[in-house]
């Protein structure tokens, strides 16, 4: 079964940067893309952008332009998100989605709590 | 950026009722629409694909419809697992954006 398991929560100050990981399994990795959205606490679903697992296309959302970069890892069947220059709005739980087509989130990683404060 | 606007943010029923959450887009994304339910400290859950197509295991008193900039989900008969927030995504073209989110709760 399709599984994506994040890596664990992390706290940061504020400019720092984060990276988090997404470790996919059950499908073959390089057939779908993998989008990150992140949630605030008590607020909405934030989407951050998207990454071809098959060559590394991006797209990111225009307000994280310049601040975050999406990789993949073919080898080890894992994506990546690294946000820098880290500021106290920036804490959330940060979520990776695989989609089933093009936009369509069916399947989440667990979720990992970033906190950024001083 | 297209913008994902849904009403009303709060609603409040009772197990039976049908309920109606709208969603509504600053501009065209035809029917490249999808909602998802999420319950607190859960991750969300893929309800409805392209604005109409139930994904699979999602009971059938969940539906939804529109094209354009209109649509709507609507469960017909709620029940107890179903109090929870909803958000609308759009997935057209490259950049993707969610509604901010419809609490169903219990009146």
């Known amino acids: 079964q399709v599984q994506l398991v994040q890596s664990g929560a992390e706290v940061k100050k504020p400019g720092a940067s984060v990276k988090v990981s997404c470790k996919a399994s059950?499908?073959?990795?390089?057939?779908?893309?993998i989008s990150w959205v992140r949630q605030a606490p008590g607020q909405g679903l934030e989407w951050m952008g998207w990454?071809?697992?098959?060559?590394?296309?991006?797209n990111y959302a225009r307000n994280l332009q310049g601040r975050v970069t999406m990789t993949i890892d073919t080898s080890t069947s894992t994506a990546y998100m690294e946000l820098r220059s880290l500021r106290s709005d920036d804490t959330a739980v940060y979520y990776c989605?695989?989609?089933?087509?093009?936009?369509?989130?069916?399947?989440w990683g667990q979720g990992t709590l970033v906190t950024v404060s001083s | 950026d297209i913008q994902m606007t849904q009403s009303p943010s709060t609603l409040s029923a009772s197990v039976g009722d049908t309920v109606t959450i709208t969603c509504r887009a600053s501009?065209?994304?035809?029917?490249?629409l999808a909602w998802y339910q999420q319950k607190p400290g859960k991750v969300p859950k893929l309800l409805i694909y392209?604005?109409?197509t139930l994904d699979s295991g999602v009971p059938s008193r969940f539906s939804g419809s529109g094209s354009g900039t209109e649509f709507t989900l609507t469960i017909s008969g709620l029940q107890p697992d179903d109090f929870a927030t909803y958000y609308c995504?759009?997935?057209?073209?490259?950049?993707?954006?969610f509604g901010q989110g419809t609490k169903v709760e219990s009146k």
């Open positions: 989605a695989r989609d089933i087509t093009s936009g369509c989130l069916r399947y």
């Open positions: 059950g499908y073959t990795f390089a057939s779908y893309g």
């Open positions: 990454i071809s697992a098959y060559n590394g296309n991006t």
């Open positions: 501009q065209s994304i035809s029917a490249w």
């Open positions: 392209k604005a109409s």
């Open positions: 995504q759009q997935y057209n073209g490259y950049l993707w954006t």
